[in-house]
């Protein structure tokens, strides 16, 4: 069997009990939307809760109960076979398809303990890397006194640094010097749970960096920014020394304020519920991750979600957090439109990413955040991965980190 085809034991375990969990939920919605049809209550109308009754009631248990019997008998069969087979080395493929899946339900792979849940680590072309000084040292040969750490964005993972054959954090170690480091991590947490988690292996890093760093600077794409931001928030809020090391700051279509996206999908949740037969269809929305919905106005913290159902139709709550002033932050937005219009007018985004709140830009001045003229920039003709590997993005990076 080739590597690009070969199915992991802890793959076959995930996917069977993600198919066992996909199949209850299933049934459950299909029960409900029977039991809401067949209430009558009307178009607008608010159904009766409760699940089906009499023989129909049966059936639905019976399925549940078969499939749960299932999932137990294959987590009793594969489970035990995991330490003797071994995982062998992922490949980029397996890679990209768990990095996607982790994006999209990567909190409920977490909270139900699923193998498929990706652990945040540091890699290095895409080896894990232990955060001991000895062990650093033999994974990098010649490490830098400058470090850089590139953080992915959301359903990508670090191999996707890679794009068309260019990859910023190569190039720069080619013409800078730098040392490239890059996050691997849970896209579907909520943000602040993988600020937190960042936060202290960057402490770790840093700490058991083999050589006495100069420079220390972080590169993050998309979802990867706020995570970098909710990272520096609860890094300095404990105390740790990395945040008064940390140089540059760089943003590569980031939504600072939310992706309208997320926002259209609230409002298709919101639509579904207000009809009794479409409002089960509202669960397949609610399945999305916590990672997504907080990219609905760009949580970064804790208070911007605890204690509220996130599936809500609310408006923006969040807690607004600056930008650290001791650190260069700097941001760059696509556009796909080609013309050159300056930055005043209101251009289309990434595809993904509006042009204000990729640069930062709110409507209510205390939400704002200040960077300054010269360290935003748009990139023309470009969609949200174009961000990855055109060569002006990169020139871009190259005249910050050099400080010109």
Known sequence: MSKASRVYPTDL?????????GTLRLTDLIEIMHHNITAGPGIFGTPEPGATSGITGLVYNAVRAVTGLVGTEIDTILTPLIPML???????????????????????????????????????????????????????????????????????????????GHNHGTALARDLGYTPIDLHYNGGLHISTNGRAFAALIEDLLDQWPVPLEEFSIVAHSLGGLVARSAYHYGAA??????????????LGTPHHGALLERVGNWVDFILEQNPCTSPFARLGKIRSAGITDLRYGNL???????????????????????????????????????????????????????SSA??????????????????????????????????????????????
């Open 238 to 251: 404990a105390g740790y020394r990395w945040p008064r090391r940390l140089g540059r700051l760089i943003f």
């Open 86 to 164: 071994g995982d062998g080395r992922p490949t980029p493929e397996r890679d990209a398809v768990l990095s996607a899946l982790n994006g999209v339900i990567g909190d409920y792979l977490a909270a139900t303990h699923n193998p498929l849940a990706i652990t945040m680590r540091f890699r290095r072309k895409g080896e894990p890397l232990t955060l001991e000084t000895p062990a650093l040292g033999a994974a990098i040969p010649h490490p830098s006194r400058k470090l850089v750490v590139l953080v992915h964005g959301l359903c990508m993972s670090d191999r996707q640094w890679t794009r068309k």
């Open 301 to 355: 913290l804790d208070e911007d979600w605890e204690g509220r159902d996130r599936f809500d139709h609310s408006g923006d709550l969040r807690r607004p957090v600056p930008l650290p002033a001791n650190v260069q932050c700097c941001a760059i937005a696509g556009t796909t439109e080609r013309q050159h219009a300056g930055l005043s007018c209101g251009l289309p985004g990434d595809g993904l990413v509006s042009v």
């Open 359 to 404: 640069l930062g830009r709110h409507h209510e001045p205390g939400r704002s955040l200040a960077i300054a003229d010269t360290r935003q920039w748009i990139g023309y003709g470009m969609n949200h991965l174009d961000l990855l590997n055109r060569p002006a993005v990169y020139r871009k990076i190259l005249h910050w980190l050099t400080g010109n």
């Open 13 to 21: 375990l995930g996917l069977s009990r993600l198919a066992i969990d």
